[in-house]
Structure formats: C-alpha cells, structure tokens
C-alpha cells in the first residue's frame, strides 16, 4: 500500500468497503488493502443491479467529491457507454441543509464581518441545497437589493481536497495493475478531475465566468445574474436573485411558444461555444430558469469549458466534412481532439465513420440528430482505445446535452438549422482577407525561425557524429510492474525502520522511566512499544500475504 494512504485510512476503508459491496472486488483486489478478506463477509449487489447503476450509487454513497466526479465523468462520451453515462446523467447532489448556525459560521468568517453588517434580511431556510454549498435568499444592506448568497458547506474544501487525493491515488494504482484500464490513461483523468472541481469549489472563479458570460451574452430574452464582489470569497458568492421556475419542475404541455424557447436556448448555448469560445459546461435542465415573460436564466457557473480558436474552426470543419461526407479529414480533425500519440489505424478509422455518416445520411435533415452522431464517432474512438483531450469533450457534452434540453421542450426542433448560422458566419469570418493575412504572417514568421536555427542545428549535430558524441537515447515502456515493485520495497523498508526506530527509542524511554507510569513503566515508552507492534504485524502479514518472502 501506498504510505500516503495512512494519512486517509479511515476513509480509505470507508471507499473499498463501499466499492466491495457494489460488487467492484476486482478493483479492491488490485488496490492491496490490508485485511481484504474480512470484506468478503459483506454482501455484494453485482448480480443485482446493472454496472451503470452500481457505479452511480457508489458514487452516491461516498459523497460529493465522488458525486462530482461522477457528473464530470458522465461527459465522457469517448470512455463509457451509453448505458453507464445515462446512469451517470442521474447523479443527484441534493441533501437535507445543513444546520443555519455552521452555514453562519462560514458566511461571517469569510466575509470578516456579522451577517447583520451586510444583510438587513437573510432567510435560515435555503432555496436549495446541494452537497457542496447552499443557496439563501437574503436583502443588501447598503443597496436594499433582493440577492441569493451560496455559501459552501462547513469544511467543504478539505472533505473534497482529502478524497480528491485518494482517487488519485487509487487512479494511479488501477492503472499500475490493470493493464485492461491503462487505455484511459486514468492518472491524467484523475489530475483533469482534479483541475475542475477545485475550480469549482473556488466561488471566486465562478465569480469571474459569470462576469465574462454576462459582458459576452447583454442581450434580450436572456438573463446571467450580477455579481457582487464586495460581499463575496472563495466560500461565498452574492449574486442577483434570478426570477423564474427550473425548466425541470415546469409543466412542458402548459408551456407557451415551446418552439421559440427551445430554439432560443440551443442558439443560447451554440453561441457560446462557437462564436465566444466560453460556454457552460452542463446546461441541463436543472441549470435552466424561465420566467413568466420568457426570459431564459442559466445558473451554476462553476465549471466552465474554453475552446481555443483552432478548436472552433475544427469544429467547423466537422460539421462541413459531415455534411460532404469527407470522412478522410472527420478522421483527421477527430484526431485532433485526441491527447496522446497512439498510433490508430485511419483507414479503419475511416471505414467506420462512413458507417456512421450513410447512416445519417438517409434520413431526413429534421430527423437527424447531432448529440447521436457525436455519440457515434466517440464511440468509435473508445472502441480503438482513443481518449479525447478534456476540453473537446466538454464541448461535446454541452452539445449533447444542450440538444437533448431543447428537444425535451419542441421534440421537432431541427438542431442542425439552428447551428447553420453560427457555421455560416464563423466560416466566413475564418476566411476574411485580414484574418488570412495573419495566419499566413504567422506561418511566415515560423519559417524564417526555422531557417535561422536549421543551420546552426546542422551544424552541431554533424560535430557531434564527427567527435563520436552523438547519443541515441532508448525511452522504456511497460515497466509499471517493475515500478511498483520497487516502490513496494521502499514503503517496506522505510515501514521497517520506523518500527525499529520506535522499538528502540520505546525501549530508551522505559530505561530512562520518562513520563507518568503505566503498568509500572513509563506511560509513553509503552504507548511507543504498542504502536511498534501493530506495525510490525503489519509489515509480516503484508509480505506473507505477497507469497514473496
């Protein structure tokens, strides 16, 4: 085991445990957890419930770092299939408050003040409650404004800071020992997980996306809240009270210009990831508010995703190479979305998403549906162990998911039509004069570096071969086993010296009668001597239970 697992063991436990019951014991088996065979008493539901179901309410059980994850991993359209991801979409991170007087504590300790310095009115009874933070509707002193205040939940950042690391380390371990998981490359995912829920746990970051959304998108029909730094921190952020009812709690048959709606969320959406590079990472309809006179709100900032321009014009280029059933550059733009340099086969590549396309391809444009064909090229990128980089599957899944909100509202929304226009302006705008100009400047500029360092490249390599300092050097693959064998030896004998050195220093202090006595010894060398033993133990039934003496 991992020494760092000491610092979380209790937790530790509480995971495998909760992983053994949802029937994962292959995973428990590979992590090396200490005392494994006393779980085989707990009664597992592999043969009960569907894996996507068991993930999910694992997930659930463990809390909100692991529900985060598990909505952040429901994007991943290019890792799992569409049964896990439908179970992954049904992660829910609503709880019971917690207690007002602890949500007080944190309100004032992070504002430095008394809640009565800056609210004239704050209501005890949130408006909702998530697993990491809460929402109350409260009224500014200074202002008199109608605000709602989300406040994280007491010790929010070091529960979610504590399991973060745990999963990474488990990552780390799954990909080690199971050479069927290290085509996810889940170290880096673990570390991707990481990046965005820290984001997101940070409302100062949250603070700054819906400034930038809400500079981007001042336009009728839609609503971001301002924001209010002066009564806000990384634990609390104040913004406008948004007005409206969850798109997921309205009655959808009761729901006037349903077609106008739909339409105008999608090019809310479309907008931003296309022409502003910016845009809301989960726009579901629990994200969605409107208001008695249409005005769309989109809530919840926290994770964002950020495309750079190349990224837009590729996406572009897709949507055109679909439509001219060029499926040689679908290949080639897909495999810029790729993160590593695994060698595929394009021309296999190639064959299945011409599958994909005659298959679209048939049926009439208002039936086609974009979140189905971004599903079916993924899928065929997962079945050839391609991994998509993190922010190109963001995007996808705003996408999908965006679609999938819109035609839950007017299921004969056509989303191709809506995304015409943005692709139509977004192409001419690739090709304006000024713009080609400046590529071609750039290009230009990269190759007179080129012809500047060329020579003297040359030059140094010919001077090595003529000295006999030319050196090739040899990169090693595949010795993770070795690795942790290694690593295992170290922990050992680091373990080893610990327990001598606290056998010895116990023994030194009982000499020296040091302290109050026990027993008639020194109450600390005894402490000191039973600490050395449990360890001890534990080092011989590790290296019994590795057949490895």
Same mark, same amino acid.
């Given at each position: 085991?991992?020494?760092?697992? &000491?610092?979380?063991?209790?937790?530790?436990?509480?995971?495998?445990?909760?992983?053994?019951?949802?029937?994962?014991?292959?995973?428990?088996?590979?992590?090396?957890?200490?005392?494994?065979?006393?779980?085989?008493?707990?009664?597992?539901?592999?043969?009960?419930?569907?894996?996507?179901?068991?993930? %999910?309410?694992?997930?659930?059980?463990?809390?909100?770092?692991?529900?985060?994850?598990?909505?952040?991993?429901?994007?991943?359209?290019?890792?799992?299939?569409?049964?896990?991801?439908?179970?992954?979409?049904?992660?829910?991170?609503?709880?019971?408050?917690?207690?007002?007087?602890?949500?007080?504590?944190?309100?004032?300790?992070?504002?430095?003040?008394?809640?009565?310095?800056?609210?004239?009115?704050?209501?005890?009874?949130?408006?909702?409650?998530?697993? #990491?933070?809460?929402?109350? %509707?409260?009224?500014?002193?200074? @202002?008199?404004?109608?605000?709602?205040?989300?406040?994280?939940?007491?010790?929010?950042?070091?529960?979610?800071?504590?399991?973060?690391?745990?999963?990474?380390?488990?990552?780390?371990?799954?990909?080690?020992?199971?050479?069927?998981?290290?085509?996810?490359?889940?170290?880096?995912?673990?570390?991707?997980?990481?990046?965005?829920? #820290?984001?997101?746990?940070?409302?100062?970051?949250?603070?700054?996306?819906?400034?930038?959304?809400?500079?981007?998108?001042?336009?009728?029909?839609?609503?971001?809240?301002?924001?209010?730094?002066?009564?806000?921190?990384?634990?609390?952020?104040?913004?406008?009270?948004?007005?409206?009812?969850? #798109?997921?709690?309205?009655?959808?048959?009761?729901?006037?210009?349903?077609?106008? #709606?739909?339409?105008?969320?999608?090019?809310?959406?479309?907008?931003?990831?296309?022409?502003?590079?910016?845009?809301?990472?989960?726009?579901?309809?629990?994200?969605?508010?409107?208001?008695?006179?249409?005005?769309?709100?989109?809530?919840?900032?926290?994770?964002?995703?950020?495309?750079?321009?190349?990224?837009?014009?590729?996406?572009?280029?897709? $949507?055109?190479?679909?439509?001219?059933?060029?499926?040689?550059?679908?290949?080639?733009?897909?495999?810029?979305?790729?993160?590593?340099?695994? @060698? =595929?086969?394009?021309?296999? +590549?190639?064959?299945?998403?011409?599958?994909?396309?005659?298959?679209?391809?048939?049926?009439?444009?208002?039936? =086609?549906?974009?979140?189905?064909?971004?599903?079916?090229?993924?899928?065929?990128?997962?079945?050839?162990?391609?991994?998509?980089?993190?922010?190109?599957?963001?995007?996808?899944?705003?996408? $999908?998911? $965006?679609?999938?909100?819109?035609?839950?509202?007017?299921?004969?929304?056509?989303?191709?039509?809506?995304?015409?226009?943005?692709?139509?302006?977004?192409?001419?705008?690739?090709?304006?004069?000024?713009?080609?100009?400046?590529?071609?400047?750039?290009? +230009?500029?990269?190759? &007179?570096?080129?012809?500047?360092?060329?020579?003297?490249?040359?030059?140094?390599?010919?001077?090595?071969?003529?000295?006999?300092?030319?050196?090739?050097?040899?990169?090693?693959?595949?010795?993770?086993?070795?690795?942790?064998?290694?690593?295992?030896?170290?922990?050992?004998?680091?373990?080893? +010296?610990?327990?001598?050195?606290?056998?010895?220093?116990?023994?030194?202090?009982?000499?020296?009668?040091?302290?109050?006595?026990?027993?008639?010894?020194?109450?600390?060398?005894?402490?000191?001597?039973?600490?050395?033993?449990?360890?001890?133990?534990?080092?011989?039934?590790?290296?019994?239970?590795?057949?490895?003496?």
């Amino acid at each position: 085991m991992d020494l760092r697992t &000491f610092a979380h063991l209790g937790r530790y436990k509480e995971i495998v445990t909760v992983l053994w019951r949802y029937g994962f014991n292959e995973v428990v088996e590979r992590l090396e957890f200490p005392g494994r065979h006393l779980l085989d008493r707990i009664h597992t539901k592999s043969r009960e419930l569907d894996t996507g179901t068991r993930i %999910r309410k694992a997930m659930e059980e463990l809390g909100p770092a692991f529900i985060k994850t598990g909505q952040f991993l429901s994007m991943r359209h290019d890792i799992f299939p569409p049964a896990v991801l439908r179970e992954l979409r049904k992660l829910q991170d609503e709880v019971p408050p917690a207690p007002f007087p602890a949500i007080r504590e944190v309100l004032e300790t992070s504002l430095g003040r008394p809640i009565s310095e800056v609210f004239s009115y704050f209501e005890e009874e949130p408006l909702a409650a998530a697993s #990491l933070a809460q929402v109350h %509707r409260a009224v500014l002193l200074e @202002q008199r404004q109608v605000v709602a205040v989300k406040v994280q939940r007491p010790n929010t950042p070091e529960i979610v800071r504590n399991d973060l690391e745990i999963l990474e380390i488990m990552a780390r371990q799954v990909n080690e020992r199971m050479e069927s998981m290290r085509v996810y490359n889940l170290p880096k995912l673990a570390q991707q997980i990481r990046r965005l829920m #820290l984001n997101e746990i940070d409302f100062n970051r949250e603070l700054r996306n819906m400034r930038i959304m809400r500079s981007s998108l001042a336009e009728p029909g839609f609503f971001i809240p301002a924001v209010f730094p002066d009564y806000s921190s990384s634990r609390v952020l104040t913004m406008e009270l948004a007005r409206g009812q969850k #798109l997921k709690d309205i009655d959808l048959d009761k729901l006037a210009n349903r077609y106008e #709606l739909a339409r105008r969320g999608m090019s809310m959406v479309v907008r931003q990831i296309l022409e502003n590079g910016f845009f809301h990472a989960d726009p579901h309809p629990g994200n969605f508010l409107i208001d008695e006179n249409g005005t769309i709100s989109l809530l919840d900032w926290g994770m964002v995703g950020r495309l750079t321009t190349e990224m837009r014009y590729n996406l572009i280029e897709l $949507v055109r190479s679909f439509v001219e059933k060029d499926t040689e550059e679908i290949v080639n733009i897909l495999l810029e979305f790729v993160s590593g340099d695994e @060698q =595929v086969d394009k021309r296999f +590549l190639e064959n299945e998403v011409l599958e994909v396309i005659n298959l679209f391809h048939h049926l009439p444009i208002k039936e =086609v549906n974009l979140g189905q064909i971004l599903n079916d090229t993924t899928r065929i990128l997962r079945e050839q162990g391609l991994i998509l980089s993190a922010e190109p599957a963001i995007m996808i899944k705003a996408l $999908v998911t $965006v679609e999938s909100t819109a035609q839950q509202i007017c299921p004969d929304l056509n989303t191709l039509d809506e995304i015409k226009p943005f692709v139509s302006r977004l192409t001419r705008e690739r090709y304006k004069p000024a713009n080609l100009r400046r590529d071609f400047m750039r290009n +230009l500029r990269y190759l &007179f570096k080129i012809q500047r360092k060329l020579p003297s490249s040359i030059l140094a390599i010919t001077d090595k071969i003529e000295h006999g300092e030319l050196a090739i050097r040899f990169r090693h693959e595949r010795l993770e086993g070795l690795q942790h064998t290694l690593d295992r030896i170290t922990n050992r004998m680091i373990l080893g +010296l610990i327990t001598a050195s606290l056998f010895v220093t116990s023994g030194l202090i009982i000499f020296a009668d040091i302290g109050p006595p026990l027993w008639g010894y020194s109450y600390l060398g005894m402490i000191g001597f039973l600490l050395a033993m449990v360890l001890a133990v534990y080092l011989v039934i590790s290296i019994l239970r590795s057949s490895k003496y």
